[in-house]
């Protein structure tokens, strides 16, 4: 009788154990600044100065303790950044100053630490 009760009780909990863990994502959002760990300005496309940055904001689900590479890029432009990731939930930020040569679209990619891609999202900017 013990035993029934036993398996009864642990058999949510060995289920939730043997459950695939979800592959690390991230939620991206594009805008021109973070306050309070949230994004300001947010938009799909920019008419900016030269010199302006622009921010991306990420929330990264299901990577802890580990560093993902945020990469600007438009053609051949290229900017990479390495961000620190030391839990999960965690939201963090990256921003590019945005100069004179750089109108066009943009993606930002969120990369894991393997290279896999964890979110990505496009937008445009056109300087002033």
Known sequence: MRHCLLTLLLAPTLLLAQAPATPPQAELKIGTAVEKLEIVGEAAAFK???GTRIFVWAKVTGAADTTVSCVFSKGDKTSKLA??????PYRTHAYRTFREGDEGEWTVKL???QGAELGSITFKVEIQ
């Open 83 to 88: 961000l620190k990731v030391p839990r999960s």
């Open 111 to 113: 990369l894991g630490d």
């Open 48 to 50: 900016v100065a030269p």
